[in-house]
Structure formats: C-alpha cells, structure tokens
C-alpha cells in the first residue's frame, strides 16, 4: 500500500478504500500527517504487517476498520491513546499476543470486534471502563480463564460473543438488560444454567452448546419471549423439557441434542408454530412422535429426534411438513411400515440449488451499520461420518430411518425425491424388491440399504445415479448381476454388496452363470422359473388327485359296486 502522496493530504477526514486488492504494510506515515482523520476504512484487502503505533497521534479518529486482511504481531497498546475511537475492528487477521490493557482507555467504544484471530491470555479487567460498549465479539480465539464478572457493568451490552476460546469457570453474571444475542459456545463453562440469563427479556440469540453445563432447564425460559434461536446441544443437562403453558411462541430453532434429557416428546413445542429447525437427537426421550407435530410446526425444515428410545410408528402426519428437507429418526426403537404419505413431501420433490434458494439459514443483529450474522448450523450423519453443515443447510436434503425396527417394502414413490442427497434406510426389517425407478433420485449423493430383508435384483435404473459416491447394499438377499456403467464404476469395493449370496458381477469376484449380461435377464429368468414351478405344483396336484380317485375304484371293489349301483339308479 503506496500512500507517500496521499499523506500529504493534511486535511484528509474520511479515507476508504475498502473491499479493493490493496498489499504491503499500512504506512505510519498516514496517521503522522493526517490529524483531522476521522473514519479510517481499509478492510477485505490482502494488507500484512502489524497495527503502527503512530495511530496514537490520530487524536480525532472515530472509526477504524482492518479486518479480512493479513494483518499480525500484537495489537499495539497506543492504541489505548486514541480515546475518541467508537468503532474498532481487527477480525479476520493473524494478530497474536494478549488484548492490551489499555484499551480500558477507550471509554467511548461501542464496536469491539477482534474475533477470528490467535490471541492469548485473559480478558483484561480494565474492560469495565467501557461502559458505552454495545458489541463485544472475540470469537474464535485462544483466551483462556475466567471471564471477568466484570462484563455485568457494561449495561449498554447488545452483543456478546465469546464462543470457540478455552474459557473456563461458571458463566459470567451478565447484569445489563439489553443483550440480544449471547454465544459462549465451546468453552469449558461448568455449574447448572444461570437464571440470570433468563432474565434477558430481550434475547434473541442464546448459544451455549459445547460447553459441560449440567443440571435441569429452568422453568425461567418461559421469561424469554422474544427468543428465536437456542442451543444447549453437548452439554449435561438432564430431566424433563417441562416448561409453563406460555413458553415463548416466537422460537425457530431448537438445538437439545447430545445431553442427557428424559420423559416424554417437549409437548410444550406443540405452541411454537414458527418452528425452522428441531434437533433433539443423542437424549433419552421415550416417548412416540405426536401426531400434532405436522399441524403445530407447519414451517419446520429440519427434524433431528436420532438416537433416542422413541418408539410407536412414524405417524402419517409427518406427510403435512411440506417445508421439511431433513427428516433424521435413526437410533430408535419405531416399528411397522414406512406411511405411503411420506412421500408427499414437498420440498424434498425440488433439487435444492444455490439459484433457487437462499445459502443459509441465519439471524442478523445491525449494529452502527455492521451486521453481525449469526449462521445455523446442523449435525448430519453424512456418508458413515458425523458432519456439521454451517450456512449452507438450506441446500441439505435427506431421510435417515437406520437402525430402527421398520418393516414392509420401500415405498416406490420415494423415488419421486428428485432434491434427496441421501437415503439412510439400513438395519431395519425391510423386505420385498429395491424399486425399480431407484435412478429417479437424481442427486443422490449417498444410498445405505443395508442389513436388511431385501431380496431380488438391483434395479438397473441405479446406474443413473450421477452424483452417486457412498453406496451400501450389504447383508441383504440380492441376487443377479450387479448394474455395471457410469458413476457405479467408481464403487469398486465388494464391501458394498457383501453378504448377498446371490450377486454376481463387478466388482464381486463371482461370475454370473450362462453367460448374463445384465441384472434383468437374470431376474426374468428366475421369475420364469419360478412361475413353472408353480404351474407344476398344480399340474401334479390334480394329477395326485385323479390317481387317488380311480386308484380307490379299482382297489376297493365293493365300493366301485356301490358307486356304480347307485349311478345305474339315478
């Protein structure tokens, strides 16, 4: 960044050059020359090197914006000269070395936003000094230690985030009564759920997920009415989701999973009916799904009730949620069929593509003309693996109903799923033939079939599927060739079919029998054979039956006399 001849620019007050493909160093020389300076924009460049201390002879500066750039070193303490800063910003950098004490100087702060870079130590004590501060973001970094309680003087706080550091010790008393979003995920926070937080009557985001909270949900959250999104996934909480009658109607996501609740299904969420997102997978729940939940949820996307002990059949009503696109019931005890009306769901019938929807489900808080984007994010069982989707969710389509007691076939109008980017039906108790019109799933990415009942040959329509890379047939009763061409050539692992007795073909080291060149041949020539045997069943039946007929005739003369008598008579 080559500046000489704007530094003698003595009056400059607003400099902005934002958002260009600016490199090198930010010149001292600037903030030697320019006294009147006020706002000073030079972020989403490539700049390195670190902050200059000259800052500290900008007396009138206001506004410095730095971050997405690849800037480092430590922040530099004459920064805590420049007492007229209001606005402040150095996230997305490589700046090291604790946060220096002085910015306790910085007494008109509003906006302090330092997250995304490699910071030590603690929180500085002076920060009780910025009692005009209203967002506080040092998000993913490496602080450690205690959170200062002294965070509950700031009482203008609207913005806290101190999520993903390696904080520890009880959650801080946040005493101010502004606060609309707080994210302290993924520290090492300890003890039971404040009540404190139930206080923010104003709250709209709630983080606490990743942390080892423990204890029941207070009845307190009731108090939270504006509230849209929580999260308390992975943590230790236990018991009962029981809460009043007139628990908060404005929530839109839901995140409990991974702790250690119990009871029945949250019926308090029958009164939610702006519900996006449910997710109360790894708990204890026992209980079966009510069928209110596809009347009351009419907007839900996302339903996440994995590895639980629900039990019962999956209700029909399911079929009403035509905004659904994740629909996760593995690791349950659920019996009986797959409901025929399942596959009434709409959204999953639509490719879901970046042109025709928005990349990310988030929330967004303007605050002096930053908007902070608070993005949702989901735990899929993704090809075998645990993976978590950020932003882009809204593009995830897909059924997981593994490891359950499910019976009877695979609906064939399931197929009509053109948007479904993968099917998880294995060890289940399905029976009958795969469908035929399998290659329908257009966008399939994975398709795990395995460890069930199935029997008959592999559609050969499978080989349309394009975008196919994780596929599991095993341990079923298959027979035939196996469909050959396009994107199965890739699946070259036998593991995929193993234990299906009857496959033949690539990449099985069987060969099919007579010569077969296809799965269809094979299988219409079994279902010849074994209509044959049945026509000769019956044929040998009859035949049975005449011989035992004419058979006791000639034997058992004095019956053939009686029978014949009897015909002379008539």
């Given at each position: ?492 692992d036998p593991s995929i079919y193993s234990n299906n007795f009857g496959l033949c073909g690539f990449p099985l080291n069987i060969v099919c029998s007579n010569g077969s060149n296809s799965a269809t041949k094979f299988s219409r020539n079994h279902q010849e054979l074994e209509a044959l045997s049945w026509y000769y069943s019956i044929l040998a039946g009859l035949a049975f039956g005449l011989w035992l007929w004419f058979g006791a005739l000639f034997f058992f003369k004095p019956l053939s006399v009686a029978i014949f008598s009897r015909v002379d008579q008539i």
């Open positions: 960044m080559d500046c000489r001849s704007l530094s003698n620019m003595c009056d400059m007050r607003v400099f902005d050059v934002a958002r260009n493909k600016l490199t090198g160093v930010i010149p001292p020389d600037l903030f030697m020359n320019w006294p009147e300076i006020t706002s000073f924009y030079a972020q989403n460049n490539s700049l390195a090197g670190s902050i200059p201390p000259e800052i500290s002879n900008v007396s009138k500066l206001q506004t410095l914006f730095l971050h997405r750039n690849n800037l480092y070193g430590k922040i530099t303490v004459e920064i805590g000269r420049v007492a007229s800063l209001w606005r402040f910003m150095l996230s997305w950098n490589s700046l090291t070395g604790p946060i220096p004490h002085s910015v306790g100087n910085l007494t008109s702060l509003v906006l302090l936003g330092i997250f995304c870079n490699n910071l030590i130590g603690k929180i500085p004590l002076e920060i009780v000094n910025l009692t005009a501060l209203e967002s506080l973001d040092l998000d993913t970094n490496q602080l450690e230690g205690e959170v200062p309680q002294a965070l509950s003087a700031l009482q203008s706080l609207e913005f806290l985030d101190i999520s993903n550091n390696k904080f520890s010790d009880v959650i801080p008393y946040l005493n101010t009564r502004k606060l609309l979003a707080i994210s302290l995920a993924n520290n090492s926070f300890t003890g039971v759920f404040h009540i404190v937080l139930c206080q923010q009557s104003c709250l709209q985001i709630l983080d606490l997920s990743n942390n080892k909270l423990y204890g029941k949900l207070p009845r307190c959250l009731r108090n939270m009415q504006d509230l849209l999104f929580i999260d308390l996934s992975s943590n230790a909480f236990s018991g009962n989701v029981q809460m009043s009658k007139n628990f908060n109607l404005s929530l839109e996501s839901v995140h409990l999973a991974n702790n250690g609740l119990n009871g029945g299904f949250a019926h308090v969420l029958k009164r939610c009916r702006r519900l996006l997102i449910l997710d109360l997978g790894e708990n204890k729940f026992s209980d079966t799904i009510p069928s209110w939940i596809g009347f009351s949820n009419p907007l839900l996307r996302v339903l996440i009730l994995r590895s639980n002990m629900l039990h019962g059949s999956i209700p029909w009503q399911l079929s009403q949620l035509s905004f659904l696109q994740l629909l996760d019931l593995s690791g349950n005890s659920f019996i009986g069929s797959i409901p025929r009306n399942l596959s009434n769901l709409t959204s999953m019938m639509q490719p879901k593509l970046e042109f025709n929807i928005p990349l990310q489900i988030s929330y967004q808080i303007l605050h002096h003309l930053v908007v902070y984007t608070y993005t949702e994010r989901i735990n899929i069982n993704w090809k075998r693996q645990y993976h978590t989707f950020e932003g882009a969710i809204a593009l995830m389509t897909g059924i997981d109903l593994s490891s359950n007691y499910l019976s009877g076939d695979i609906p064939p109008e399931f197929t009509k799923f053109v948007g479904l980017r993968f099917l998880n039906l294995s060890r289940n108790r399905f029976s009958g033939c795969i469908p035929e019109d399998i290659g329908g799933f257009k966008n399939l990415e994975s398709l795990h079939l395995s460890w069930n009942e199935l029997s008959g040959s592999i559609p050969p329509s499978i080989s349309q599927l394009m975008s196919l890379d994780s596929l599991n047939l095993s341990n079923s009763h298959l027979s035939g060739e196996i469909p050959a061409g396009y994107q199965l050539q890739t699946l070259a």
